[in-house]
């Protein structure tokens, strides 16, 4: 086919995601090596943004590929109810890498189905069902992922579509204060005003967030932000899930973006990045005992 072909035949019969449809025209990608990807007309692109934020080890990573190939030869598929040794080697060494007390994981095959899958887990340990998102956030599209999204992207599905019991805390945006005009003399009102909310709300089972959020703005939180944040839900015995589909596996110099603030997460969700996005998989990585001791 011509690539006028090819983009004809995918904007007319397939969605762009978040974006308006009329008059899509997707680029005609043919080719991607390394840290490049190639359009039909023989262009060559430096992929920046590593496609969706995803593919961390590079296009066309020969022991990535041969792995997948070894692992398809031997056993293509097996049930969540099966043990397997890649499965238990995929475990072992989880554990060296998560932050500590991290041990018990729930495997699935997005970031968006690992969110969905914390935030059923902290409402079923917890008993509470009221779960704090933050503004300018995004957790994924399906029911409870953008039930927690705080952008724009929620407003098309309410009231249906969605989960109940997600409520809002103010971003943490130093450059932009929700709260105060500016930044000097701000004493992280944003995260003391999520005590607030605790306190008030009652039955709040978990908070969400972005360690450092990604698709809306890249912001990363003064040094004392996320240290008071664990404070406040210990006192109160509320859980932080720590949303690492974006920011986990190096992307912020680190393996995850908690540990630029030594804290650990009760919960902790990725994706993309696991797998440089070769194969889908979403981790939920919990607390032997839903503490982050």
């Known amino acids: 086919m011509t690539t006028e072909e090819v983009v004809e035949l995918t904007s007319k019969y397939t969605y762009g995601t978040w974006r308006f449809q009329k008059n899509w025209k997707p680029m005609h990608l043919v080719d991607a090596e390394g840290c490049h990807f190639t359009d039909a007309s023989g262009k060559k692109y430096l992929d920046l943004s590593s496609q969706l934020m995803c593919v961390s080890l590079g296009h066309k990573n020969k022991a990535v590929i041969e792995a997948i190939v070894e692992q398809a030869r031997s056993l293509p598929y097996a049930a969540p109810g099966f043990a397997t040794d890649v499965r238990a080697e995929?475990?072992?060494?989880?554990?060296?890498?998560?932050?500590?007390?991290?041990?018990?994981?729930?495997?699935?095959?997005?970031?968006?189905?690992a969110n969905e899958a914390a935030i059923k887990i902290a409402r079923m340990y917890t008993g509470k069902y009221k779960i704090i998102s933050r503004y300018n956030s995004y957790h994924g599209s399906t029911a409870a992922g953008i039930a927690a999204t705080g952008d724009p992207r929620r407003w098309a599905v309410e009231p249906a579509g969605k989960i109940d019991g997600v409520i809002f805390a103010p971003e943490c945006n130093c450059y932009r204060c929700p709260i105060k005009h500016s930044y000097p003399g701000c004493n992280i009102a944003?995260?003391?005003?999520?005590?607030?909310m605790i306190k008030n709300e009652s039955n709040v089972a978990a908070v969400i967030l972005e360690p450092v959020v990604g698709t809306n703005g890249i912001l990363i939180p003064p040094d004392e932000y996320l240290p008071r944040l664990r404070q406040i839900c210990d006192e109160n015995n509320v859980l932080i899930i720590?949303?690492?589909?974006?920011?986990?596996?190096?992307?912020?110099?680190?393996?995850?973006?908690?540990?630029?603030?030594?804290?650990?997460?009760?919960?902790?969700?990725?994706?993309?990045?696991?797998?440089t996005a070769y194969v889908p998989l979403g981790l939920t990585a919990t607390t032997m005992n839903s503490s982050h001791q």
């Open 90 to 113: 995929l475990s072992k060494l989880l554990l060296e890498v998560l932050p500590k007390g991290l041990e018990k994981f729930y495997f699935s095959t997005s970031g968006t189905e």
């Open 190 to 196: 944003c995260v003391e005003y999520i005590e607030h």
């Open 242 to 275: 720590a949303d690492e589909v974006m920011s986990g596996w190096g992307r912020t110099g680190k393996w995850f973006a908690v540990n630029h603030w030594n804290i650990s997460p009760d919960i902790l969700t990725t994706a993309k990045g696991i797998t």
